[in-house]
């Protein structure tokens, strides 16, 4: 329907009429999201959330658990943008994703989803590593009732789980007796003994590290690598996700079922789907 309507070019009576049908509608239409809310898909990761229409909302919308936000320090601000051409001083971190994580954590008391499972925000540095985490630990001291938090030997959950990625100082985090984020692990991580309060999730390039992209049957090599990846890190108690994956379907069905915990997309609506037909099929 479109709510521009030009009233002067139509007779009183008919502008009247229209009025009156759209307020019944408005009163009668059920508000689907409201009633019915999206099933919350934990495997579900928004890559680059923030290029879509609504970043952060566009996902929550469409059931994801974890989203993907890149940052730069920008006199003083942390911005949000893929490129440092793109910044605009009103996408801050805080605006676009801590904030409105606050008002749903508050609205659902304790969750980002009614009754929901654990949420990820990924943080990926784009700026100098050391000066962006000194920029961002006093902010997110602001937002502590909604963070996990870290110590070297403990993870005390909470509704939002901050992980930092990029040019992330890994150094000067695993050093805090105290912290309100993990790190981004590699793959190279899988060689030493893995610490799931330092670095819970592993990622790494697809295409970098597999020569197989979904077109035909895996192959047993690629199988085995996978599944070895998998069972390493979650033995360890983190979780793995692969970005730089053609978005195909029949890919993703071969990491769904080879365990990997989260699946990147740029299409919201493509991977919903998919994800809710395999979860009917459980």
């Not at 009025?19 to 990761?45: D, E, I, K, N, S």
């Not at 749903?104 to 654990?118: I, K, L, M, Q």
Request: with cysteine; net charge negative.
């Amino acid at each position: 329907m479109d709510h521009h309507i030009v009233y002067h070019s139509i007779r009183p009576w008919r502008a009247l009429m229209a009025g009156m049908a759209f307020a019944a509608l408005c009163v009668t239409a059920p508000l689907t999201w409201a009633q019915a809310p999206p099933v919350p898909l934990l495997r579900a990761h928004a890559h680059n959330d923030y290029v879509h229409d609504r970043p952060l909302l566009d996902a929550l919308d469409h059931g994801f658990c974890s989203v993907e936000a890149d940052i730069y320090l920008v006199d003083g601000q942390l911005l949000v943008a893929h490129d440092l051409k793109d910044v605009r001083p009103e996408r801050t971190l805080q605006a676009l994703y801590l904030e409105p994580l606050r008002e749903r954590t508050a609205a659902n008391r304790g969750s980002v989803y009614p009754n929901g499972p654990r949420f990820l925000l990924l943080i990926d540095f784009k700026s100098e590593g050391v000066e962006t985490y000194a920029e961002l630990k006093p902010i997110l001291e602001r937002y502590k009732d909604m963070l996990t938090t870290f110590s070297p030997k403990a993870t005390e959950e909470k509704a939002v789980t901050l992980i930092l990625s990029g040019n992330s100082p890994r150094e000067i985090v695993a050093a805090e007796a105290t912290r309100f984020v993990g790190i981004d692990g590699r793959l190279t991580d899988l060689q030493f003994p893995l610490n799931p309060h330092l670095t819970p999730l592993i990622s790494d390039v697809w295409k970098g590290n597999f020569n197989w992209f979904g077109s035909g049957p895996m192959p047993e090599d690629v199988k085995q690598r996978l599944e070895h990846i998998v069972s390493t890190a979650h033995a360890a108690g983190c979780i793995v996700r692969f970005w730089g994956i053609p978005p195909r379907e029949d890919l993703w069905e071969a990491l769904y079922n080879s365990g990997v915990d989260l699946i990147n997309a740029d299409n919201l609506e493509q991977l919903q789907q998919f994800l809710l037909a395999k979860e009917k099929m459980q």
